[in-house]
């Protein structure tokens, strides 16, 4: 990977423990690395690894117990509440897997929620940037569907445009092809290889092996520690596998 | 989030559960319907008696024997004989301030005339009396101040007394009556007054000269009050002022020693009478209020369960870059826009309900204030109650409510 690149992201022994009762869980024991612009990096472990607390420290929704973390050049550690929301809001695009739409809206109303948050933008701008968002994830033909008219591939697009609208620094997906069916997940990860030659930078966090073959780098977690970190020189293409898979049968 | 946005937010939120909305927002709605009836109520009283009141002349001024004690025990007015004809005679020649006086004796029995015979009041008096209470005699006159000197045997009926020994249309005036079997010639009708707004019958009465009612009735050398009037509403003070003057002298009362008689206006009256009012409609209000106050613990109970609903809303927003501020102004806001719809809602509904209460006879009056603290009360217990929920809403982990199932 070019190390010349822009660091979007840098841990530096990041800990994290939490108290259960008399005991300290540590769910991350000094955990270090950088991410570049426009890397494609899956986080894999098995659950109890620490990859979710890593997640929720990449996303800024925790903080430390020790350690520094760094998002594109600004420390999160001694930041506020306040000031990781106005951090998320400009800096972060969020993919659950259960998708998180808000119920009864629309795609571009679902789309347009971080901007709501950002007083910058105007009503008008809001929904240019959503309209715009959706397009890039093939949605420009149902920008007014409520989310319980879309089948749950339609409802993963709209929290993928809704994680591009604000042009964050970094995508952080968590399982976003979790609760979707083979075909719907390759589709997704043609979505997410397509932001990654864009120059997206992309946090991919996930259980199942298969998806590291798609992505430029994957980190592997065990126990709170880094156990591999390697960068992926055989990239394969979303796109071919999808049109290898067998055709569905019906609908 | 800027406001426009936040109203927008909490509005989808009350349309998307209407039903719910609804109901926390009838709370409000019976609550300040009720405070506004029961204001209106209690203000439209007010001003019933207050012109029940001036009707009978707000100038008028009662002075009774009274605040007397006697080896500390305070004397019933009625059996003190401290008022005399001199003290009327002498306000009569010092008068100042006021118009007209009145000397008065009551006395109560059986009237009869032939066959028919009605229970009634017997007052003796001045023909001025007719001034100081602004009546007028419909039929007939009134009896002359030569009546007084001579305590001739004449009265004036009401129209009550007339109806009662008078039958068929007859005519009383000029005729014959019977009072306590002292024979009374009527040489008048007073016009019809009706009931009071204390329901007590003005027309069933007889006036006759104080002087026959004191000689003839009741051989008695004393008052049992004197009438008087002011010169104006505003003169009523100085009026008191001299009739305090004249009595203590009269009755040689001098220094610190208490008045042997109460003077009291009509004035003074309808203060006492408003202010009677003024204590029930608070007592009225305060009870509606509460109703008040238990919508809004209704409101505050509906917002906990839309928090709780939203937990996974809640977290998303945050993870999007939602502060606490921003959630908790969202609930606040929405609290706020039920308890303000059931509030102008409430207004509404009293409003009517004071036309409906109107409409069955009782008086009121919804005063402009009554409705502004209304709405006023609304948005406190919007902000109050739905202060708690929403500073739970905000105080989110959203880690913890972005996973909440």
């Known amino acids: ?251 | 989030m800027n406001i426009i946005n936040l109203f927008k937010v909490a509005l989808r939120a009350i349309a998307s559960n209407k039903f719910r909305s609804f109901l926390s927002m009838l709370g409000i709605i019976i609550g300040v319907a009720a405070v506004i009836i029961m204001m209106a109520i209690g203000q439209g009283s007010k001003e019933s008696i207050r012109q029940n009141i001036s009707q009978m002349g707000t100038n008028i001024i009662m002075i009774r024997p009274g605040a007397d004690m006697r080896g500390g025990v305070r004397q019933d007015p009625s059996a003190m004989q401290t008022l005399k004809v001199e003290d009327y005679k002498r306000i009569d020649q010092e008068k100042r301030f006021i118009s007209h006086v009145s000397p008065e004796v009551t006395a109560s029995g059986q009237a009869i005339n032939g066959a028919n015979n009605t229970s009634t009041s017997l007052y003796g008096e001045m023909p001025e009396y007719l001034d100081i209470k602004q009546w007028s005699v419909s039929d007939g006159e009134c009896f002359t101040e030569e009546d007084v000197k001579k305590s001739a045997k004449v009265c004036l009926i009401g129209k009550t007394v007339a109806d009662e020994l008078f039958p068929n249309g007859q005519d009383p005036v000029g005729r014959t009556l019977r009072f306590k079997s002292i024979p009374f010639r009527v040489v008048g009708v007073l016009k019809s007054k009706g009931y009071n707004s204390f329901g007590m019958d003005q027309d069933n009465l007889m006036i006759a000269p104080y002087t026959t009612v004191m000689k003839r009735v009741l051989a008695q050398n004393y008052l049992s009050s004197i009438n008087c009037s002011a010169l104006t509403e505003e003169l009523t003070d100085k009026a008191i002022e001299e009739l305090t003057t004249v009595l203590r002298s009269n009755h040689k009362i001098s220094g610190e020693a208490d008045n042997d008689f109460t003077i009291r206006s009509q004035e003074e009256m309808m203060q006492t009478m408003s202010s009677t009012m003024d204590t029930i409609t608070i007592i009225l209000v305060v009870a509606a209020a509460f109703s008040l106050l238990v919508a809004g613990i209704g409101i505050m109970n509906i917002m906990l369960v839309s928090v709780t609903e939203r937990t996974r809303e809640i977290g998303l927003r945050m993870s999007v870059g939602a502060t606490g501020l921003d959630i908790s102004n969202q609930f606040l806001i929405e609290s706020v826009m039920i308890s303000i719809t059931g509030g102008v809602l409430g207004i509404i509904v009293g409003y009517l309900g004071t036309l409906i209460c109107n409409k069955f006879g009782l008086p009121t009056s919804i005063p402009l204030w009554s409705i502004l603290v209304s709405f006023a009360v609304c948005t406190v217990i919007g902000i109050g109650f739905g202060y708690f929920p929403a500073q739970k809403a905000a105080n989110m982990d959203p880690i913890e409510a972005i996973r909440y199932e």
Not at chain 1, 85 to 98: E, H, P, T, Y
Not at chain 1, 206 to 226: C, E, Q, V, W
């Open chain 1, 1 to 251: 990977m070019a190390e010349d690149k822009k660091v979007i992201i840098e841990l530096d022994n990041v800990k994290r423990n939490f108290i259960v009762g008399s005991e300290t869980v540590h769910a991350l024991r000094g955990v270090s690395f950088k991410v570049h612009q426009g890397e494609f990096v899956t986080i894999m472990g098995t659950s109890g690894s620490g990859k979710s607390t890593l997640l929720n420290q990449l996303g800024c929704l925790d903080t430390p117990t020790s350690g520094e973390y760094y998002l594109d050049g600004v420390s999160v550690r001694t930041m506020s509440k306040r000031q990781r929301a106005r951090l998320r809001n400009l800096k972060i695009g969020f993919v659950f897997q259960n998708y998180n739409l808000l119920a009864k809206s629309t795609s571009v109303e679902n789309v347009e929620l971080p901007l709501m948050y950002n007083s910058r933008y105007s009503a008008a701008q809001r929904r240019e940037a959503a309209v715009k968002a959706l397009q890039a994830v093939g949605l420009g033909d149902r920008l007014n569907h409520k989310s319980n008219q879309m089948s749950g591939g339609q409802m993963q697009r709209v929290a993928i445009a809704r994680a591009l609208v604000n042009d964050p620094a970094v995508i952080l997906a968590d399982e976003a092809t979790g609760n979707l069916d083979t075909r719907t997940s390759f589709e997704m990860l043609v979505l997410f290889q397509k932001l990654h030659a864009e120059g997206r930078t992309i946090i991919f966090v996930t259980h199942n092996p298969d998806i590291a073959r798609y992505s430029s780098r994957n980190i592997m977690l065990r126990d709170g520690k880094i156990r591999s970190d390697e960068i992926n020189t055989n990239i394969l293409s979303a796109a071919e596998a999808l049109a290898k898979l067998p055709k569905p049968q019906d609908d």
